[in-house]
């Protein structure tokens, strides 16, 4: 991620190598844009008795709208390029004479610099209003909510932490490693949901997500781009799954979190989500062929290689942009129409008037984004690997924190239950900061990563 400024952009789309997977970067692009206009069509405020704000979701009360999410829960395409870009990048790192520090370090870093900018600021500002007693209004209702989105980022973290294990497994493998995986994630829901034991579904949040990471590796090896019926059986049969599974009555249609129900796709994720990620992969490997001719015209590529320079600081702020744009509306005595009438149908102009909220947060903080070279560690070459994954498992488990407390709450000691390990924002916090700490003082080795072999 290289934050690119026009001039910028435009030198780097003529420079693109033949090569390159275009389609890959546009996915990345496409799908966060998908995930940011997505929140900010479901997110519904309301203005409540004594004048006290709530936030809701359009999905829930336009229950036919959640249809709309099998094709719009565009989550698993990010951790399909994730594995692309891992396995390209740690080929890369092999021919350099790279480690699993090195991989781990870099990785972290560029995720982790523009999410402490995010986190610090809103920090700052949920501790400014309890200290002066304004916990009320859009604001307040930003503290409690803004991080919600910031479980991607925990779990791509740990993820990534287990991409090179991973990618050994891929080679010796191959196309069993998800299988064997699909096959955990519906021994896990059987479980969960047969014998009652809810708290067994946790396990699918490793599952699920690690087996679309690990298409991603048959995606960069070109197993799913053999041949166009790899595309069509994976769109055919993994969208008849999902019809199957959510008219069981056991999974719910929306492929996203909704308020009031009792089972989520998403969170943790189920089997109806693995295969909704199926059918949504096989979509779009069906659709790369006429997009990455698109994608060949110098404005359309120009203007993709600037995207994926901010694609993360637009993703840590968007939610920022809604509820400032709702606090300037409400300032401004305007009124909240409810999701489905007449007024609410102008969402059009109220997206455009988010863009622009947006890009002025982009300006200002996308430089958190921008590349830098990694200083070199302290520690000895002993305990170089174990201090890196310690150092990962950190910032996953602070970053999911976070996601699940907010930044409410903060001086009333306010927690949750994250699995098992209670945990408060400035814990969370800590152990992100900890954790960051810990692997930037891991020392490279000079060793090159064990088990790669190209194809």
């Keep these: 991620m290289i ?56 999905l829930a009360s336009v229950p036919a709208l959640q249809y709309a999410t099998w094709l719009l829960q565009v989550m698993p395409l990010f951790f399909l390029v994730g594995g692309f870009a891992h396995y390209t990048a740690l080929a890369g790192l092999h021919r350099r004479g790279g480690s699993y520090v090195d991989f781990v370090r870099s990785r972290v870093t560029r995720l982790l610099r523009p999410t402490g900018v995010f986190v610090t600021m809103w920090l700052a500002v949920a501790l400014a209003l309890e200290l002066t007693g304004r916990q009320t209004g859009v604001l307040a209702l930003a503290v409690r909510t803004v991080a919600q989105p910031l479980w991607f980022l925990g779990v791509y973290l740990g993820v990534m932490a287990l991409a090179p294990t991973m990618l050994r497994w891929h080679q010796r493998h191959g196309v069993l490693v998800p299988v064997l995986l699909a096959v955990t994630a519906v021994g896990v829901d059987a479980a969960a949901f047969g014998l ?86 096989g979509l779009a490997l069906l659709m790369r062929r006429p997009l990455t001719r698109w994608l060949q015209g110098g404005r359309v590529w120009t203007v993709v290689i600037a995207a994926n320079g901010v694609v993360m600081t637009v993703f840590l702020w968007h939610l920022t942009a809604l509820f400032l744009g709702y606090g300037i509306w409400l300032g401004l005595g305007g009124s909240l129409p409810a999701p489905g009438s007449v007024p609410w149908q102008t969402r059009p102009v109220w997206l455009a008037a988010l863009v622009l909220v947006c890009l002025v947060l982009v300006a200002a903080f996308r430089r958190a984004e921008c590349s830098r070279l990694v200083p ?30 907010g930044f409410g709450g903060i001086l009333a000691g306010r927690s949750v239950t994250l699995v098992v390990l209670p945990m408060t924002a400035p814990a969370a916090a800590l152990l992100v900061l900890g954790g960051w700490v810990v692997l930037s003082h891991a020392t490279s080795s000079r060793r090159s990563l064990p088990g790669w072999t190209a194809r």
Aim: proline share 5%.
């Design 3 to 58: 934050t690119t400024s026009p001039h910028t952009a435009r030198s780097l789309a003529a420079a693109t190598p033949v090569s390159r997977d275009r389609y890959a970067d546009f996915l990345r692009v496409f799908s966060i844009a998908v995930v940011v206009l997505g929140h900010w069509l479901m997110a519904v405020v309301t203005v409540g008795d004594h004048g006290r704000i709530t936030a809701g979701n359009a």
């Design 196 to 281: 009652d034991v809810p708290a067994l579904r946790a396990l699918n949040i490793a599952v699920v997500w690690l087996a679309v990471h690990q298409l991603g590796y048959l995606y960069a090896d070109g197993t799913l781009l053999a041949t166009r019926r790899i595309g069509v059986a994976m769109a055919i049969g993994g969208l008849s799954a999902v019809v199957a599974l959510t008219a069981s009555g056991t999974y719910p249609v929306s492929m996203v979190g909704m308020p009031g129900e009792a089972v989520s796709n998403m969170n943790p994720p189920t089997v109806a989500l693995l295969a909704h990620a199926i059918w949504l992969i």
């Design 376 to 405: 070199p560690g302290l520690v000895p070459a002993s305990g170089r690997s174990a201090v890196a994954a310690l150092g990962a498992a950190a910032c996953c488990l602070g970053v999911l924190g976070l996601s699940a407390t």
